[in-house]
């Protein structure tokens, strides 16, 4: 594990603070866990992205469309 110093605005510590001890971790802690989650929803987005941009150049078929059509169809009913 790495040592780092960052700089941060004064509130945003504050609020961290606030946090951390609101849910029994140390500073430290929450901001790890911050920065994993931040970098996950990052990766989830670049993920969607590829998916949007694979389907722009090849999009499903008018007959997958109306198969996933019928099958809302059926569980609605």
Do not use: C
């Not at 609101?22 to 989650?37: K, P, T, Y």
């Not at 989830?44 to 996933?68: A, C, F, K, N, T």
């Amino acid at each position: 594990m790495s040592t780092i110093q960052i700089v941060l605005e004064d509130k945003l510590l504050a609020d961290a603070d606030a946090q951390a001890a609101r849910m029994g971790e140390n500073r430290s802690a929450f901001i790890q866990q911050a920065l994993r989650d931040h970098l996950h929803r990052l990766h989830i987005r670049d993920l969607e992205e590829q998916e949007r941009i694979g389907y722009e150049r090849i999009p499903d078929s008018v007959e997958d469309e109306v198969d996933w059509v019928k099958l809302f169809e059926d569980v609605e009913d």
